[in-house]
Structures are given as structure tokens and as C-alpha cells.
């Protein structure tokens, strides 16, 4: 009869998990509160005391440091090392359901006391996980809830994978390492960061050819920024970082979006009532650069806008999802790598940047911090129309690179300018890529305007309206300036740079 033993601090799952492992002729071992909840649910289990022939002590600090149960679970799949286990009255252990006391999240509190961080650093648990983890030729070690049906479904079909058992034990590892880390950290007294990174590809070649290049992520087994390669060409180094801008503008707006990525630069955005109109609008906005650029949408791919799609030249097509006809459609694009990402949103949370001999971590601009209030300081106040642009441009404006400038007719961009070393030229850049359209068009600026220029720039080309965060020593010659041109003018109070 195989034996499991289950110690879980969270003890999520674990009575359905349990039953389910009985019902299929498992025999489990469990420890402390994990056998009482089990014994309260009928479920038949041996008391890991009781299997060791010894007591639990020091308050609980020792349940499962044992040879019976370390020997069970180190044995190898060889008749010797079992017969010395049966020898001592012991035998294999072939699963292993663990996790950890929640160190992290004690510490997390503001009034935590030391003695409560310590007690809180889980031994008994990181030890079943590696020997479990070692011995993964013959052992399951599940230490994750959520992966609780994933090997059950396996122990149905008859056993679980060696694959399977590897990938398990991998997480094992990652866990215990992150979990080592936090405690060193926390008693060294000084933050630190440990990344670890799984290899996903290797890559043809970097920004240029004569560089190397390999992608990783932070889970093992998951895809390009853990979306689903449906079809076309090996993605290049240049391909993975205009998709990850696209996707973290597009998620930005709620209404269907659409937003086109060339170079790391947005060259159009646009929000409507369906997504084949977001296309239209955000494609107009600058159709010489979308030609070879990366098309986000933040709804499922439908077969209306892809029949758009395919008459552009277009790398990659990043989306939640495609519908069959989409699919049918955008098929005959052989080359055009399309990814279904599994959720609208963006993870992690914070965002690392290497520099020389060290890197930068900061959390990712979601947008405004709650309770932000616009402030008009123009003689005159937006129209309900300009408002609305206003809110579009100002958003769509925190995805371009600094310094940012984005002109906006509607829910669309009509002039985008970005990337360079002063604003005014920015602005220039936004006329001449919005040419007529600029007329009656809103501005909306990333940071403040330095000098009254680029408001004289953008009123001459008939900008109407102008949000911005203000700040600036000359405030009150720009908001002159935009008075002088009869601009509406907003401080958003917010910078929201991108270098």
C-alpha cells in the first residue's frame, strides 16, 4: 500500500485531497493539525507520532525530524534500501503533501516581534520538501494547493510522471531557496533580492545579430510572457519587448482596445464600442509606422478585426484569446506570431532594469493613485468633448517613451511624440504626425512644460485643450500662453514618466 504524508500549514484543499488519496488505497501519515483535521472529517490517518514511536516535543518546534520519516523518504527504488527500512519497522513514503509556516507574511506586520518572526521559520517543512525534492525519481512532493487535482488526475490514470515529479520538485527547490532568502534577509537586517530565472529559449540573437540572447521567466514551463504560442516565426529579442509594451498599454483602458507597438513605441492607440473600430482608429493614427509593428488588444481576437489585420504587414498579435475566425483568418499570415495571453493584467508587480554592476527595482506605473484630482487652471473649462479626449490622451500618454506627447481626437490618438531629450520636440513630432487632424485635438503631456513653447507649438496647430502635471518654475507663463491661444488647461498633479 503506497503512503503518503500530508503537514500543511495552510490547510487549503487538503480534506478533499486527503479523502481522494483513501478512496484510491493510500495510506496517510499525517502530523499535528493536519491529523486532527482529518480524524474530524472521518478520514482514516496514523498520527506521525505514533508511525515514529515518538512523541512530538519542544511545543510542537519537532513533529516530523525522524528517520522513519526522512529514511522512507530518501530510500531509493532498490530492494536493498527498502529492506533496510522494513528492518526498522519503517517503509517507503511515496508522497509528501507539505507547506510552509507563512514566514513572509508574519513578518509583513507592522508590529511583529522578533520572537513571532522566528517562530515562524518552518524546519520541519523546508526538510520534507527537499528530501522529498531529492528524491524525486521515486517521490511526489506537492507543496503548492493548487497542484492538489493536477496529481490526483495522475494518480487516476495510475501514476504520476516522472516528468511531472520533476517539475514538482523543481518548485520545491524554487520555494525553499525564495524562503531561505527571506529569512536571511530579514535577519541580516537588510533588504536583498534573489532572482531565479527559468530558461524558456534561446534566442537567435539579441538587439542585433552579433549578440546572444536567451529569454527566461520566473515559473518553469510557461510561455513568452506566460502567454500561449499559437502559431508563426521563433520570437526575436526586439519581438518580446514590443509585445511587453503593447500589452501593458493595452490593459490600461477598460473599453475594447487597441494599441500598436513599432520599436518600443506607440504609434497609435484607440478605445471604441467594438474592437474592429479600436483597430481602425488606432491603425489611422499612424499607418506608415504600424507597417512590421505589434498589434495588443485587451478583448478576445474576433474574426471582424482580424480580417482588418490581414491586410497589414504586421510581427506579432497579442491578445486573451482568439475566436475560431480569427484564427481561420490570421492563419494564412503564417509568419505572424500570435499569443494568447491567460489573463488582462500584468505580473509581477515590480519591474527590474540592469545597470552597470547592479540593477534597479521599482513597482510598475499602474496609472494614477487613487483620490487624484485634475485641477483646471485656464481661464477656460474643457468641454464635455475635451474631457473625454483629455482622459484617453492622459492615459495613452504613460505609455510613451519620455518625453511624452500624446494628441488625441476622441478615444484615439491622432499625433504621438516621444523619446526625446526635450519636450518642445516632442510636440513638433505629434504636429507633423497629426498634420489636419491636430485641429480641435487635446494635448496630454507626461511631465510639466518647462517654457511656454511647446503650448504655442501645439495651439498653433489648433490643439484645444492641454493635461499635464504641472510643477513647472514658468506655471504661470504655460498656463498664460494656452490663455493668450483660448486652450483649456488641466493639472493632473502626476508625472508619469517611461525612460
Known sequence: MPKAILSVHDKTGIVDFARRLAGLGWELLASGGTARILTQNQIPVIEVAEYTGSPEILGGRVKTLHPAVHGGLLARATEADRQELLNLGWDWIDLVAVNLYPFEETIARSNVSFEDAIENIDIGGVTLIRAAAKNHARVTL?????????????????????????????KGFALTSRYDQLIASYLAEQESLTLTGYRIQKLRYGENPHQSAELFAY?????????????GKELSYNNLLDLDAAWRGVVSFERPSIVIVKHLSPCGM???????????LALASDPVSAFGGIIAANRKMDGETALFIKDLFVECVIAPGFEPAALDILAKKKNVRLLDMPAIKIEPDFEIRSICRGFLKQSVDFGDPAGMVWNVVSERQPTEAEWKALQFAWKACQHVKSNSIVFAQGEATVGIGGGQPNRVDCVRIAVQRAGERAKGAVMASDAFFPFPDSIEAAAEAGITAVAHPGGSMRDAEVVAAANRANMAMVLTGVRHFRH
Open 142 to 170: 506537492i507543496c503548492d494547493p493548487g497542484d492538489y487535482s493536477t496529481v490526483l488526475s495522475a494518480l487516476e490514470k495510475g501514476a504520476v510522471p516522472a516528468d511531472m515529479r520533476k517539475a514538482l520538485a523543481v
Open 219 to 231: 515559473e518553469p514551463g510557461v510561455g513568452p510572457l506566460g502567454a500561449k504560442v499559437l502559431q
Open 270 to 280: 484607440a478605445s471604441a464600442d467594438t474592437l474592429a473600430e479600436a483597430y481602425q
